[in-house]
């Protein structure tokens, strides 16, 4: 075969393999973009007080603990749920006797629902479809339907209800009654009260497990929390915890409940295996609020008494980060959510703009991109010394030169994949 046939040959096979490169970099990098579009959010209600009002709800990237958006809502916002798609964020607020339904798209107040007086918790069923809420006033419990924010359903409980969580399969709905010391369980075909159980003294925060085997309920006049057996809806175990403890999550694997004890300004880790406090965790002051991560690895823990909030490594059991949240911030309920695509709003901007995605997720996309570039542009610096060594075609280098480009070649090679494990935690 003639040089000229070979080159021809060698130079089309080049750039078939650069182009099949190319391809393969832009199928990861739209995959990394479409991952990083998932990124988690805090939507933390801010109370404010008659003298410093605020009536705000502030919306934080997890990834970077950067406030990116301040959404006005109603008149003492407290309670605060996402859907389970994260599109909608509910809030209640007990100042205007209204729910404020937060676009997450947009940032922005989208309806506002007229319920009970004095609504507390919030929290939403697993399909998404329905939203149950308590009347701390009027000792009931509203349903409202998602898809036109209407309430159908409105459900007499216990005196003075405070906290909601709903089952994971959907079919119950359990309030706390602070006044009366017990937790109402509603069903929610019916929307009538099947159960009334016995805890502790003056009942506030409930949570449940991901199995839906047993209900968590803060006691905030004893200091403890009933484990209720939803088999049987019995108390089954009395775990003492901090001074005046308020907000209560399971974290995903059922093996922890978190604790906000405000009084004391901790937060008490319950092994759920043993049903006893097993740590400790020093956080801001009168911490309120508390959710787990999706994850499993974060807890984050609103200071009403010092308008912060606390991320708490969930292995180590320590505080990684202190931000600045409003004034007399609550998040009462499950605040955390992954909104499909977001719009961000800094605190003092009047403007909004579009941002996909989370700064921290471009960082990692940025970095891959690059990763790949380098794999690519060694791939290419190792073809020329093969081309030359092993193929009769000569390209215009020196031995030593030709040494240099194939060592250059493999150093870029490894550098790119060293990157993408970094991107990828594979490293």
């Known amino acids: 075969m003639k040089k000229k046939e070979k080159s021809s040959i060698i130079c089309s096979v080049s750039i078939a393999l650069l182009l099949s490169l190319i391809n393969i970099s832009l199928v990861y990098v739209v995959t990394a973009q479409n991952t990083s579009s998932a990124a988690q959010y805090a939507y933390i209600t801010n109370e404010g007080s008659f003298r410093f009002p605020d009536h705000t709800v502030t919306v934080v990237d997890t990834a970077t603990n950067i406030i990116i958006a301040t959404v006005p809502v109603g008149s003492g916002p407290i309670g605060v749920a996402v859907t389970p ?18 676009d997450t798209a947009t940032n922005t107040v989208t309806d506002t629902v007229p319920v009970g007086h004095f609504p507390q918790g919030i929290a939403i069923s697993p399909d998404g479809k329905k939203v149950y ?11 409202i339907n998602i898809d036109n924010n209407h309430v159908t359903a409105t459900v007499p409980v216990g005196n003075w209800p405070a906290g909601v969580a709903v089952a994971p399969d959907g079919k119950k709905v359990y309030v706390p009654n602070q006044k009366d010391n017990t937790t109402s369980v ?6 009538y009260v099947i159960a009334t159980i016995p805890v502790g003294n003056f009942p506030w925060g409930v949570a449940i497990n991901p199995t839906g085997t047993k209900v968590y309920v803060t006691n905030r006049k004893d200091n403890t929390v009933s484990v209720i057996n939803t088999a049987t809806n019995q ?20 093996t922890k409940v978190y604790v906000t004890n ?3 300004n901790t937060v008490s880790v319950i092994n759920t ?9 020093s956080v801001g002051n009168f911490p309120a609020g508390v959710a787990v991560g999706p994850d499993g690895k974060k807890v984050y823990v609103v200071n009403s008494g010092d308008g912060t909030f606390s991320v708490l490594d969930t292995p180590t059991n320590e505080i990684i980060a202190t931000m600045t949240a409003g004034k007399h911030p609550y998040a009462f309920g499950q605040f955390i959510g992954s909104p499909p695509n977001i719009v961000t709003k800094g605190p003092s901007e009047p403007t909004l703009t579009s941002i996909p995605t989370s700064s921290g997720n471009n960082n990692t996309t940025l970095l891959s991109i690059i990763g790949v570039i380098l794999v690519i542009a060694g791939l290419l610096f190792t073809a020329l010394t093969t081309i030359q060594k092993n193929i009769d075609i000569e390209i215009g280098l020196s031995e030593k030169n030709l040494r240099y480009v194939g060592n250059a070649g493999v150093l870029l090679i490894l550098l790119g994949v060293y990157m993408l494990l970094r991107c990828n935690n594979l490293i």
């Open 85 to 102: 798609d994260g599109t909608k964020v509910y809030v209640t607020n007990w100042g205007s006797n209204t729910v404020s339904v937060i």
């Open 235 to 254: 108390v089954t175990a009395t775990v003492p915890v901090g001074n005046f403890p308020a907000g209560v999550a399971v974290n995903p694997d059922a």
């Open 133 to 143: 809420l308590a009347n701390q006033k009027d000792n009931t419990t509203s349903v």
């Open 273 to 281: 295996a043993t049903n006893q406090a097993t740590a400790t965790v």
């Open 262 to 264: 405000r009084k004391d």
């Open 186 to 191: 509603i069903d929610t075909d019916t929307n």
